[in-house]
């Protein structure tokens, strides 16, 4: 069975990717509350997501579900009443977790809550406290710098209570229980491309699988970064071996060029498919060798787990100067980049749906391709066409031990019409697919 | 036990290889026929070469053996009575296979069973039809194109009937069952380089060989290009696991550069010695990768057989402007080529045979060399002569893991300089050969 | 347990080193005799060398152990009795192993037994003859050309009679009995280079590693070259398989860079971990593959052994001008050289002491460092320093599989970083050694 993933239904899609970052840009995510528990339903009016809560406490491996926080209003009035930091204005100047207060204090005193960038003075900076219960505010420097002496009164409406942490879930069967797993963090508040773009991405990339007919089963995961990670791991522990190749989905509507990091095995089918899939295109990108920092490959590849898990993005996490920064907003993200992003991700698929190991049934010498039709009339002449070639290399290649990557590799064909080479041969009883320990018949 | 062979008995031998060449020019072969079995009665002459019969319709794995084709005389003739094309002058003027035919015909008709080649205006095409059943003529595109209209007279003197397809075979015994297998295709009508240079060449390497005392058998088989091979492989299917080592002989006579294909497998040892083989020549040459298109290595490398077969030839199929056109003459072949791969074949063969696996029998420290005479006097000096370091890295070395050639690369020392420390320190009990399975004793 | 191994009570050293070679410089020493017993005894005020002899006729694999040559005077006087060559002034002028003799000869008889450099007519050169029983001297080509015809009398006051070979020993014992294995010669009479600077490194090596808590049991063996390697291992044979790491120390005083010659392994530890170290200094160095010429590592690394034993030098043998001449002297050798060769061994030492193989305690996902105080407070920022880092690469790679040069290598992060890391993260119970099956208890 050929799956052919073809591009030509997405017209119009980075209108709609775009659209779904600018809904879910105002909402006030973080690791748990009702900012996450919006975002997903506004998710589940495009795809059939499942919601799971896991309540606060409950023990994760080393870690702990933490209380949930919910946020609904912050501010800081200077003495004569004005609002010079306001959570309505932007939900990035609220230190992450903060706990509630209600309080008057002098400059000296606010300003150990205080965070800016000195050297990007107006932009405020995303910053959290998950673990270490405080509160704070982030603020452009100029704002900062611009602050009198004066007692302050600084306001902020919180809760951290029991509750529970939030992650959606969608699982779409296919012909073999052996999954491709796809996972975004959706933890992060008014920040575009970290990552509001990896959860439009991911979101439109279950809608477009959900309408086709695929030999993988693919499991769709949109959970905070690191904690939810982490919960999701614990809480499906016994289903983990099923994932045979996985990307974490990050960084994929800003300008740069994209850049795949290699998973901790760094020669698993992923680290070998994406970087191919890079390659053929005619795009600048980068390919970086795994390291313990980053995206939630970190969970995925710990060596308790080591799952085949990469991670495909634009910029890498950190390298541009708008990370976690309210310079990561609705103008940094751009629809073409999104389209890019997504039809990478696309070609990713379709090589790993396709990329089967076949079995020349007629392994003795080439068959006659000839009396099937397959070769041309007269002899003798000089070069063979690349279709022709791309017979004869699938052929010979096909003794249980090659896939059609390894042989649009070793044949320097393109995989495609390796692929189309691979389904004639099939269709004519010259190949047939060698039967997998995944599959379910 | 060393083997030495050496060129110093092959004066005159290009001489003798072109003198061959051009005695078998003239003969119209073709995948049957008389044309093959006059040619190989001719190499009966040099060598004891046992002819094999194969039926018509004798399967062989997904072929049939083909009906035999023979050809007495064809020419097309203008309304004149001017023979235009005549068969007599060039055998290449037949299209390969045609069937017999005897007719008129305006020139729009037969036109359509005319091959020419508009950009080499002067030289006729080589080309087959062997498994369509059709007539036709090759003939130079200026002829073609001087064609007025009008009706001609087409004649065929051919026949396509039930018979069986030729091949040669020599087998030379060794002291070991196994085998370096060498095959030539010799199906091409008027067509020096490919192949009758190796043709040539194959006859007086076997002329050659018949007269040494060796370790490894050897297998030369003359047979036509694919069917041929095809139709060896099925009746020889038992016999194919001796052989150890092969190459396919073609296009040994060009001014060009020599050529190594590697088998399928890419690191049997034959594609270690010729790469080695030529660095170690100051020649220009060049090394390719196998590919599933060629001479007859593709069938030998059919993923049922992968037999560690190469090809060895100058400039490769298709890669010349006279490859299968009537250019490809005697005056392409040239003796000065025929030799040097003659010496190239000849060295290949004098390391396989001596390439092998010794044990040192003094594993624990260095042996006292002095006591043996195989050390100078005095102590002290800063260098070692590089006979001294051949002794020393084959000792060293000679645990049963390393070839000589093994030796010859790690210590960067000439192969024939290690065959001769292996040889000495053999002589001086110091190294004994490591049996291996393929032995007979 | 993590060993540290500073250079910081190492001052001094330098000098030391010197006072002891300058102190070993004028003995004359052979592979036997009571040269090489003053010189171990002069040792022994440093370290507690055992003394070992093995009586002449003793049969060492392939060898035997030679008759004992002692000396106490040489020289040649011309007619004059004017002393031309006196052994009081150099003992290199002696051909090393000579008979004894008295004679008056002609200058055309006596020839036959002078050996001289006349690309460096200053310069005496240091011969032997140790296997085949003749006399001679060494002296400049300057001496040599001015001699006036005549008759000489030649006198060499020495013995060569049924007696021992002796070498010294050094086994410290460390928490396993696995063994690093340290070798020097000490044959050479005065030249000091090759190898009276390697004698003083090992000596105050073993100095120091006697201060030190140790994993490893090491092992310091001063012997002759060749003939004492074998002997040693002759008896030692029960014992070699402890050897886990192993190198030959000579020429560490000379001017020129660091190089290391590779064991004939290629992959063992000790190949990886000294160039590790020499690319971490801002040295030039130099890495030479294993070739069986050289220092004792052509016995150690014979096919009997294979021992995992490299050399450490800085000017490779043979490859210096003052190579085995008289300019091998007290000026040749520099303080600062011996150091800086001493610090290179110890950091050498350092990594192989700490190279140990870790396991993760915690290995699904990553363990929750801020709660042991181990990561920064508020989270956010877009790098990590270079101690989180190490921490991050050191659990995800501690599987059991990976040691911590591993870490290093693929972390990039400097070996003492991660060796950090680790040692924080075993006393935060986050890792656990492997054991290895080397260890005691």
Redesign the interface.
């Given at each position: 069975m050929t799956v052919n993933l073809d591009t030509k239904s997405i017209d119009g899609l980075g209108q709609e990717m775009y659209n779904l970052i600018a809904e879910l840009y105002p909402i006030c995510r973080s690791i748990t509350g009702n900012g996450v528990r919006q975002s997903l339903k506004i998710l589940q009016q495009h795809i059939p997501l499942e919601m799971h809560e896991v309540p606060s406490g409950t023990p994760?491996?080393?870690?702990t579900v933490p209380k949930e926080w919910n946020i609904r209003n912050a501010y800081i009035k200077d003495e004569t009443g004005k609002k010079i930091v306001d959570f309505q204005e932007s939900n990035l100047h609220i230190?992450?977790y903060s706990l509630p207060i209600h309080q008057k204090m002098p400059l000296s005193q606010l300003k150990e809550h205080l965070?800016s960038m000195p050297d990007r003075p107006d932009w405020i900076?995303?910053?959290?406290?998950?673990?270490?219960e405080t509160w704070g505010f982030c603020l452009t420097d100029r704002t900062l710098q611009s602050l009198p002496e004066g007692d302050y009164e600084v306001y902020i409406d919180s809760s951290l209570e029991a509750g529970s942490l939030t992650y959606g879930e969608l699982f779409l069967p296919g012909q073999t229980e052996d999954e491709i797993f796809l996972f975004c963090h959706e933890c992060h508040p008014s920040l575009c491309n970290d990552n509001l773009s990896g959860v439009a991405l991911v979101t439109f990339l279950a809608k477009y699988l959900s309408q086709q007919s695929l030999r993988y089963s693919y499991r769709f995961v949109f959970a905070p970064a690191?904690i939810g990670?982490?919960t999701w791991?614990?809480q499906n522990?016994n289903k983990v071996s099923r994932i045979k190749h996985g990307l974490t989905v990050a960084n994929v509507g800003d300008p740069g060029h994209l850049t795949y990091k290699k998973s901790?095995r760094g020669n698993a089918d992923i680290d070998r498919v994406v970087p191919y899939v890079l390659k053929a295109s005619s795009q600048n990108y980068e390919i970086a060798d795994f390291?313990?920092?980053g995206y939630d490959e970190?969970?995925f590849?710990?060596?308790?787990?080591?799952l085949p898990v990469g991670s495909l993005t634009r910029s890498q996490f950190?390298t541009f100067p708008e990370?976690?920064t309210s310079a990561d907003n609705l103008d940094f993200v751009q629809m073409s980049a999104l389209v890019n992003s997504f039809e990478t991700y696309l070609s990713v698929i379709d090589i790993l749906e396709n990329n089967q190991t076949y079995l020349?049934t007629?392994?003795?010498?080439?068959?006659?391709l000839?009396?099937r039709g397959l070769y041309s009339?007269?002899?003798?002449?000089?070069?063979?066409p690349s279709d022709r070639?791309a017979m004869?290399?699938t052929?010979?290649?096909?003794?249980g031990e090659h896939t059609l990557l390894d042989i649009a590799e070793r044949?320097n064909l393109n995989f495609s019409v390796i692929k189309h080479a691979a389904s004639n041969l099939e269709n004519s009883g010259l190949l047939k697919v060698c039967s997998s320990s995944g599959d379910k018949g």
């Amino acid at each position: 069975m050929t799956v052919n993933l073809d591009t030509k239904s997405i017209d119009g899609l980075g209108q709609e990717m775009y659209n779904l970052i600018a809904e879910l840009y105002p909402i006030c995510r973080s690791i748990t509350g009702n900012g996450v528990r919006q975002s997903l339903k506004i998710l589940q009016q495009h795809i059939p997501l499942e919601m799971h809560e896991v309540p606060s406490g409950t023990p994760v491996f080393d870690w702990t579900v933490p209380k949930e926080w919910n946020i609904r209003n912050a501010y800081i009035k200077d003495e004569t009443g004005k609002k010079i930091v306001d959570f309505q204005e932007s939900n990035l100047h609220i230190l992450n977790y903060s706990l509630p207060i209600h309080q008057k204090m002098p400059l000296s005193q606010l300003k150990e809550h205080l965070f800016s960038m000195p050297d990007r003075p107006d932009w405020i900076p995303y910053r959290t406290s998950y673990y270490n219960e405080t509160w704070g505010f982030c603020l452009t420097d100029r704002t900062l710098q611009s602050l009198p002496e004066g007692d302050y009164e600084v306001y902020i409406d919180s809760s951290l209570e029991a509750g529970s942490l939030t992650y959606g879930e969608l699982f779409l069967p296919g012909q073999t229980e052996d999954e491709i797993f796809l996972f975004c963090h959706e933890c992060h508040p008014s920040l575009c491309n970290d990552n509001l773009s990896g959860v439009a991405l991911v979101t439109f990339l279950a809608k477009y699988l959900s309408q086709q007919s695929l030999r993988y089963s693919y499991r769709f995961v949109f959970a905070p970064a690191t904690i939810g990670a982490i919960t999701w791991l614990s809480q499906n522990e016994n289903k983990v071996s099923r994932i045979k190749h996985g990307l974490t989905v990050a960084n994929v509507g800003d300008p740069g060029h994209l850049t795949y990091k290699k998973s901790r095995r760094g020669n698993a089918d992923i680290d070998r498919v994406v970087p191919y899939v890079l390659k053929a295109s005619s795009q600048n990108y980068e390919i970086a060798d795994f390291s313990p920092y980053g995206y939630d490959e970190r969970q995925f590849c710990s060596p308790g787990f080591n799952l085949p898990v990469g991670s495909l993005t634009r910029s890498q996490f950190g390298t541009f100067p708008e990370y976690h920064t309210s310079a990561d907003n609705l103008d940094f993200v751009q629809m073409s980049a999104l389209v890019n992003s997504f039809e990478t991700y696309l070609s990713v698929i379709d090589i790993l749906e396709n990329n089967q190991t076949y079995l020349n049934t007629n392994p003795k010498c080439e068959p006659q391709l000839g009396k099937r039709g397959l070769y041309s009339m007269y002899g003798g002449k000089q070069t063979a066409p690349s279709d022709r070639m791309a017979m004869l290399w699938t052929l010979n290649l096909s003794d249980g031990e090659h896939t059609l990557l390894d042989i649009a590799e070793r044949s320097n064909l393109n995989f495609s019409v390796i692929k189309h080479a691979a389904s004639n041969l099939e269709n004519s009883g010259l190949l047939k697919v060698c039967s997998s320990s995944g599959d379910k018949g």
